[in-house]
């Protein structure tokens, strides 16, 4: 009776707390709790805002969901979702959202985070009908964006030189400094998908002498599911790949640590459409997934082009010139001569396949992907290049599987890469004493030979490649009111980097302590450690040292709901990075963010004013910022100043139409210049503006 209490006096805490909340306001908290503790300035992270909208919109039912449906949210545990299917097999199907409370490991907080994305309804009652192609194409829903975002200062790159001058100088940007997106896409349900993406960015041209064929970016996607049948999926055009735990073959954004220390194991989704504009991460072809009952084979081909540093060779007379690449160029820019000339140097060649079982909590794959360039990739010779990869073709194998049993998960995954024959590997487990306690550790071991492209491993570095480490987290509730969460992570590269001319190791630990009395207060302090090496700044002598650096990050973050309409939020950052060659730096910022949002109100507004001053950029801080819908920032903040933004949402055609406006700016002081090079601004503001509308036919 207390616990059926408790989840009554929190739903009606939670129907105050997001009376006033509207779809954009929901899925922007999400994405800050998934996202937190990135530390990236320019990402995309479309795929995650597609997911969450999508299930906002068509909430889960929780008695009909599948174990991929649930792991799509990225919002709950192996443990909570294997806890929720047990629960059903053994006690049938749920009757309310109130029986929720009744697992161990679904608490307040849990709920609160998918309670806008899921439903409770009994599978006879659910309608049913089904529909001809026809039928759906007319049910489907069209989706069209446009988005316009421009700095305001001018760049020393976009001066007004001869075309010349641009031809022979890699100072000076061919378009303007406009970044224009646009996306059409239509949606029947989660079985069709089908659009296209387009994407300038700012500095390229469009409809110009180097972009005459319009958008720098095209990015057109066909994609069925139907899990129900012996085709379940098919994809055309562009779409990503997720296999195993990401040491073959892993396109999409995938999180490495957080601040939720126990979610560590990698949800491969297979074959999904690729709506974003990282304009290299993707695959370029089709794609097929078959399946019979808990076995299911994906094949997958993929041919485009990719932009790289191709260097030609004279040969003898009358032999042909050899051509080589000392480098893929995974920026997707094409402002200067320079980075134009890389521009689809290079053709890229990816087939493959994965054979998979999965049956009550049980998974294991087998995993095959050939990749083939028709230029020889041969590094620099420097000392750091030693083992990476050169030549033409490249295959990896791997193994993987997972387990879950209770509140028991393991998993791992095994590959080779035939260029070195190297074996990289990741195995973990997670595991729940209690509905207050729960543990992972996560060991990994990726040579400094073994050689992939498309990967995404757990790890310190962004590369799955020159890595060993151990990492321990854990979570604990101390009661509905009170949790602390943190890990551990120790690593070390084998080899040398391009920072350090040695081997190195270092470590990693976080802690948080978070207050949660209820969903309008949110209190938490972090603190988190690292110690790593990398090439002295200052030295004497012949020989750079590598040197230990460490970098304490503390963090005091208050968010209060003060009335229906009005959500006030207060963040602390103090930063110290320090180390022999430029000893002791210290960094601090000071962010208020006020938001007015009303359910009876067509118009929401957000704003941030925020002061800071580092001792450089080694002090530097992020801070995640609301922005546009599918926009994904996170400014960095360094030397002195304040930063600026202010966002409007305005809805109007009965819902069917959103207009988005936004201005940002920071104001450094004791500065008279911004940025170097093509980048360079003279003055101290440096400031944007954009707008974006959606229109939902």
Known sequence: MLKKLNVIFFLV???????????????????????????????????VFDVLYYYYDNPINLNTATSDDLHELLLLSDFQINELLARIRQQGYFESVYQLQEMDNWDLMTIDLVLPFIVVIPPGDEKIKKKGLIQKMRDGNLEVFGRWIRGIEERAGYADVPDSVRLNSNQYYWGSPDRVYSRWRYTYSRTLSMGITMEKDPGEEIFGTTQPYGFDFYSPHF?????????????????????????????????????EATK???????????????????????????GAGPVTLTTFASRKMVNGSVQILDTLEGGEDARFASSINLSGLHRTTGELARKNSITETIAGGNLNFQNNGFQAGISTVYQNYDTPLQRANRPSNQYEFSGTDLINYSVDYSYVYRNFSVFGEGAMSSSSGSIAYVQGLVFAPSKRASFAAVHRNYPKDYHTFYAR??????????????????????????SFNAYGDVFQT???????????????????????????????????????????RNFQGIMRPVEDYYQRVYRMNFNYQVTKTVQWKSRVDYVTDERISTGLQR????????????????????????????DGFDARIYAFESHMQNVFSIPVYFNQGSRFYALMKYTFFDGKCDLWLRYAAFVFANQTTIGSGPELIQGSVRSEVGAQVRLRL
């Not at 790949?241 to 601040?259: C, V």
């Not at 601090?588 to 929401?604: E, G, H, R, T, V």
Request: charged content about 25%; cysteine-free; aromatic content about 14%.
């Open 223 to 259: 994609y069925y599911q139907r899990n129900d049948r012996f085709v379940r999926k098919i994809a055309l055009g562009d779409y990503q790949m997720e296999l195993g735990q990401g040491l073959a073959m892993w396109t999409g954004f995938a999180f490495n640590k957080t601040i």
């Open 494 to 536: 084998p080899w040398l980097t391009f920072r350090a001319d040695s081997p190195t190791n270092g470590h990693e630990f976080l802690g948080q302590l978070k207050y949660r009395p209820n969903p309008r207060l949110e209190v938490f302090f972090r603190a988190r450690e690292q110690r790593k090496m990398q090439n002295a």
């Open 457 to 482: 491993g757990f790890g310190e570095s962004a590369r799955t490649i020159n890595e060993q480490g151990t990492y321990l987290g854990a979570t604990f509730k101390i009661n509905d009111a009170w």
């Open 587 to 614: 960094g601090f910022s000071m962010a208020q963010d006020i938001a007015f949002k009303s359910k009876n109100s067509p118009l929401q507004l957000t704003a941030r004013y925020a002061i800071f001053d580092t």
């Open 13 to 47: 805490l939670f129907s105050f707390s997001v009376y006033s909340q509207r779809k954009n306001d929901i899925i922007q908290q999400r994405i800050e709790f998934i996202a937190e503790d990135l530390e990236l300035e320019d990402i995309s992270l479309e795929d």
């Open 264 to 290: 560590v194991r990698r949800n491969a989704r297979g074959v999904r459409p690729y709506t974003s504009v990282d304009e290299t991460r993707f695959l370029r072809g089709a794609a097929v997934e078959l």
